[in-house]
């Protein structure tokens, strides 16, 4: 069953177009992560589905109701802000309990529901203090009580894990996984971290200039970009691009393609060989990052920008040797003159 | 890392702040001074930094010999009414100042703007006609009128710095929460916005009680008089009664300094941008 | 990919009423202050402004009508207010440099912490309270030998060579109410500069402070840049305000020692109220408005590379 439905959805800002004719369909229960680059339109996108920005046009429907013209407090849906948005002069629990108290629900069952949401999040000792006296950390955690104890039909996430340091943020991640397993509530979430939206998504969305390129589950946009924004959105290191005519290149005629304008090959795909005619590609070392598990070599072929190699392990191959690089068949992706990716070559 | 300063940078310190105390207290002790100094020390010590001896005769005088009580009533009710109504049209017109874009605002402002540029002088003939027509005049409700009309246009200003001190997710988050605007207004924004507030109802009380210009033009009888016009009265009738007229000076600064010192620190820290973040 | 459209739900709530809430919500808002300020303040200028063109004597209702533009021909012509316009000029100036730096020296004094700066602040910012008519008599009566001590100062100084009212004399006459006026203003400047530097990041000095600034060069660096928007805009409303700004003077000086004081606020004042020429009075003020925005314009304008600036 769908649980939200965007249809031609548009969005301007005065002359600004900022969201471009976008149609998605999120199911019941699916977690849904938001990618693309700053200012493509994702808070926007997101704060639509809220119904904090009016929709300019297009229909936006929970399950069958249409509610473009809704107010927020009317969508049942809970929101977690980037900045947490924590009331200031409430306390921690009066924060948790307050779209309760608003609804005017008996103090009781608003105990309850708090005392729950706080168990959760291992708020239970912190309910007195104000969100000033709150660790960064803490502060998250009331923001996702907050919205926990709503219990609605939907939650958004805008960017919640950008302000905690490394180790929290990697923590919460998992905090946010299981809460998804437990409550099964259909999650939107907007985020900048490629590793967030990897782990967490069951679809991801990537945006670009207010359109979707494409949507996905993480393996399939991993596996099949279908076009070059999205092959070089996603995945760390970057996809390496190497144009058709690069005199580095050395592909057998098997592998290409006479439409193919780029070809790409992830960094974690490529097999480190001596320079000879097997090689597809052949280079010499500049630099070299020695990750412990991983070594990332970077290879001058001739072109502005370095072919990445990442190898598993410690690999002692130094600066300035000229190495060659293998891919699989497989592994390598075909792009046309308009960034379009070729996918006959897969199944031939 | 905190630097000691050198005791002579904070020996200039002190003293640089010990005048600015002196330039602003003094001719406030002067007022004081001349108001309990006896009538017939007044020329003879008249220039002494302290008079040989105290009285309250002159302030006893005032407030049982002339209509000074009636005045500072008048004032009063002047001066909370437009602070009040100030504040609140203010309040609102910030608030949409704030947090809506919408046609015409850009217009809106200038006008505003416009308000505080030309001598208020100009208007005063059209606006006694205006009063007249309205049967407001000689009136403390049509006087309230006017200052919170003159008044708004800055406490607008005031107030939507305040608020855009104060992060638009708050509200947000309240609206996703189950309030309406008008509910995330009053139950998050507004508690947020007091030191605010505050400062601005002080800022308008002042200002209120210190108007002459238009309290001399639609005022004329006595019973209707506020502070500063009755003060100028006693300028003109008692020209040379020094000492009454510093006592009722004396008596007429206390609400607005009292008020004043109250609300000084929430005018700083309302003005600091962010102060209510975190 | 095509679907049928679920029609909403029977709240009657459609679209056209949405938008319409959009559009009109922030005037809901706004339309108390609206109203007022058109009634009160708009129309009444509307009125004042043409007054400017018409000839209208209050003691002579006869000869009044449609002037074209005989007034602004008088204004050029009138002595008084080429005079007066001097001295709007060096009134402004006088009391807004020494208001802005003195508060900008009070900011900075109260922005470290002291042992009873709360208290401090409260005393130096109190003749803000302090009724402008009040503070304009009560520096009347300081400059006053028989009753105030300034004269007497500056004659044991031997700045003067005798205790001689400062305001009777056509040469030095402004500085009273300048004088009043500084006292008077200083607190506005120091409470703003004061918000603005609060609002500056800690951070900032810190990181300064580790890149090698001395206290000078953070001062030049940060405490400036930072304060410079804030200081535009309360600049050009001081500015204006204080050109306005006529009780001081009426009230010390009533524009005299032979019109040596007097400035277009005034002299409006006079205009309007003494000799009941309400059309004159509007021809100067509108001579005053329209120097004001020009430099209210140029401000802005300035402002705006300012904050691009940073
Ligand atoms: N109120 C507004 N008025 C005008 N333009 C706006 C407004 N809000 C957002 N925009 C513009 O819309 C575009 C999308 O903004 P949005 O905040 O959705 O980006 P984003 O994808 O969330 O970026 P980020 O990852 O940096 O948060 C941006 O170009 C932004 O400048
Ligand atoms: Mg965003």
């Given at each position: ?348 | ?77 002047v001066s909370l009414g437009t602070a009040f109504f100030t504040t609140l049209v203010a309040t609102a017109a910030g608030y949409a100042f704030s947090r ?12 505003m703007?416009?308000t505080q ?27 309230i009128?006017?200052y919170t009309a003159f008044n708004v246009p800055f406490a607008t200003f005031l107030m939507q710095g305040f608020f855009d001190g104060i ?18 207004l009053r139950?998050?924004i507004f508690p947020l916005t007091l030191p605010g507030l505050a400062a601005t109802l002080g800022f308008i009380f002042t200002a209120a009680w210190s108007e ?43 609400p607005s300094?009292l008020f004043f010192i109250l609300i000084q620190r929430f005018l700083v820290k309302g003005l600091t941008a962010?102060a209510v973040?975190? | ?28 808002y706004l339309?108390p202050a609206?109203?007022l300020i ?87 910012f109190?003749?803000w309270a ?57 607190p506005f400047?120091?409470i703003t500069?004061?918000a ?38 309360t600049?050009?409303l ?73």
């Amino acid at each position: 069953m769908t649980a939200i439905t965007l249809n031609s959805i548009n969005k301007r800002f005065g002359p600004v177009h900022v969201l471009k004719d976008i149609s998605l369909q999120f199911d019941k229960g699916e977690f849904v992560v938001l990618v693309g680059p700053s200012g493509c339109g994702k808070s926007t996108l997101l704060r639509m589905i809220a119904g904090l920005e009016p929709v300019s046009s297009g229909d936006m429907i929970f399950g069958d109701t249409r509610v473009n013209d809704l107010e927020p407090r009317e969508r049942d849906i809970a929101m977690v802000f980037q900045s947490y948005a924590l009331y200031p002069h409430m306390n921690v629990e009066r924060n948790l309990g307050f779209s309760l108290e608003l609804r005017k629900r008996a103090a009781a069952e608003k105990k309850d529901r708090t005392s729950h949401a706080a168990g959760i999040l291992g708020l239970d000792k912190l309910l007195d203090r104000f969100p000033k006296a709150l660790s960064g950390g803490q502060r998250q955690r009331v923001a996702m009580g907050r919205a926990i104890v709503r219990d609605p039909q939907i939650f958004l996430f805008d960017e919640p894990l950008s302000n905690l340091d490394a180790a929290l943020r990697i923590e919460m991640r998992i905090e946010i996984a299981k809460l998804h397993q437990r409550l099964g509530t259909t999650m939107v979430y907007v985020t900048h971290d490629q590793v967030e939206a990897m782990t967490l998504a069951d679809r991801i969305v990537v945006m670009n200039a207010g359109q979707v390129e494409q949507v996905g589950t993480p393996l399939d946009l991993y596996s099949n970009p279908a076009n070059l924004f999205v092959a070089g959105f996603l995945g760390s290191p970057k996809m390496n691009f190497v144009a058709h005519d690069d005199a580095a290149l050395n592909l057998p005629s098997s592998l290409t393609n006479p439409s193919a304008q780029t070809y790409g090959i992830r960094p974690e795909h490529i097999k480190v060989t001596a320079p000879d005619d097997t090689a597809h590609l052949v280079g010499t070392i500049d630099v070299v990052e020695r990750l412990g598990s991983d070594t990332i070599f970077y290879i001058n072929h001739g072109a502005t920008k370095p072919f990445v190699v990442r190898v598993p392990g410690i690999d002692r191959t130094a600066i300035g040797e000229k190495i060659g690089c293998q891919f699989q068949p497989e592994d390598l992706h075909l792009f046309d003159q308009n960034g379009q990716a070729i996918s006959e070559h897969k199944n031939g | 890392m905190q630097k000691t300063a050198f005791p002579i940078g904070a020996v200039l310190r002190y003293f640089a702040i010990a005048l600015y105390v002196l330039f602003a207290l003094f001719p406030i002790y002067w007022l004081v001074k001349i108001a309990v100094t006896p009538d017939r020390l007044i020329y003879t010590e008249g220039t002494q930094i302290w008079p040989s001896n105290f009285t309250l005769d002159n302030f006893v005088s005032v407030l049982f010999l002339t209509d000074f009580l009636v005045y500072f009533k008048n004032s009063m009710i002047v001066s909370l009414g437009t602070a009040f109504f100030t504040t609140l049209v203010a309040t609102a017109a910030g608030y949409a100042f704030s947090r809506f874009h919408f046609r015409g605002k850009t217009i809106i402002i200038a006008l505003m703007l416009i308000t505080q540029m030309f001598p208020l002088l100009m208007i005063i003939a059209p606006i006694y006609k205006i009063m007249a027509g309205l049967r407001l005049l000689d009136s403390l409700t049509g006087l309230i009128i006017v200052y919170t009309a003159f008044n708004v246009p800055f406490a607008t200003f005031l107030m939507q710095g305040f608020f855009d001190g104060i992060p638009k997710d708050l509200e947000e988050a309240a609206m996703i929460d189950g309030c309406t605007r008008f509910e995330a207004l009053r139950k998050v924004i507004f508690p947020l916005t007091l030191p605010g507030l505050a400062a601005t109802l002080g800022f308008i009380f002042t200002a209120a009680w210190s108007e002459l210009l238009f309290a001399l033009m639609l005022i004329n009888s006595d019973a209707k008089m506020t502070f500063p016009v009755g003060l100028k009265t006693f300028v003109s009738k008692f020209a040379v009664d020094w000492g009454q007229m510093m006592a009722a000076g004396t008596l007429a600064l206390i609400p607005s300094c009292l008020f004043f010192i109250l609300i000084q620190r929430f005018l700083v820290k309302g003005l600091t941008a962010g102060a209510v973040k975190g | 990919m095509t679907m049928a459209l679920p029609t909403s739900p029977g709240n009657g709530r459609g679209r056209p009423l949405k938008r319409f809430q959009w559009l009109v919500e922030p005037y809901l808002y706004l339309s108390p202050a609206i109203i007022l300020i058109a009634l009160v303040i708009l129309v009444p200028l509307v009125v004042g402004v043409s007054y400017a063109f018409q000839a209208i004597d209050l003691l002579n209702p006869f000869e009044t009508g449609w002037v074209g533009f005989a007034n602004f021909e008088k204004l050029w012509a009138d002595r008084l207010f080429w005079k007066a316009l001097t001295n709007t000029f060096w009134w402004t100036l006088g009391s807004l440099f020494f208001q802005f730096f003195l508060g900008l020296g009070l900011a900075l004094l109260l922005n470290k912490p002291f042992a009873g700066r709360g208290l401090v602040q409260g005393l130096v910012f109190l003749p803000w309270a302090v009724p402008a008519f009040l503070s304009g008599l009560n520096w009347a009566w300081l400059f006053n030998p028989i009753i105030g001590p300034i004269p007497h100062w500056l004659a044991a100084l031997g700045i003067m060579e005798k205790p001689q009212n400062i305001l009777a004399n056509p040469e030095l006459a402004l500085w009273g109410p300048i004088v009043a006026n500084v006292w008077f203003g200083i607190p506005f400047f120091a409470i703003t500069l004061l918000a603005a530097l609060q609002s500056i990041p800690r951070d900032l000095y810190e990181a300064a402070a580790i890149d090698g600034a001395s206290v000078w060069q953070s001062f030049i660096k940060i405490t400036v840049p930072f304060l410079a928007p804030t200081i535009a805009i309360t600049v050009m409303l001081r500015t204006i305000w204080i050109a306005n700004f006529a009780d001081l003077i009426y009230i010390m000086t009533g524009g005299g020692p032979a019109n040596s004081t007097n400035i277009i606020s005034s002299y409006i004042f006079t205009t309007a109220f003494r000799r009941l020429d309400f059309a004159y009075a509007s021809t100067l003020a509108i001579a005053l408005l329209v120097l004001l925005l020009a430099y209210a314009m140029l401000i802005l304008q300035m402002r705006k590379h300012l904050v691009k600036g940073i």
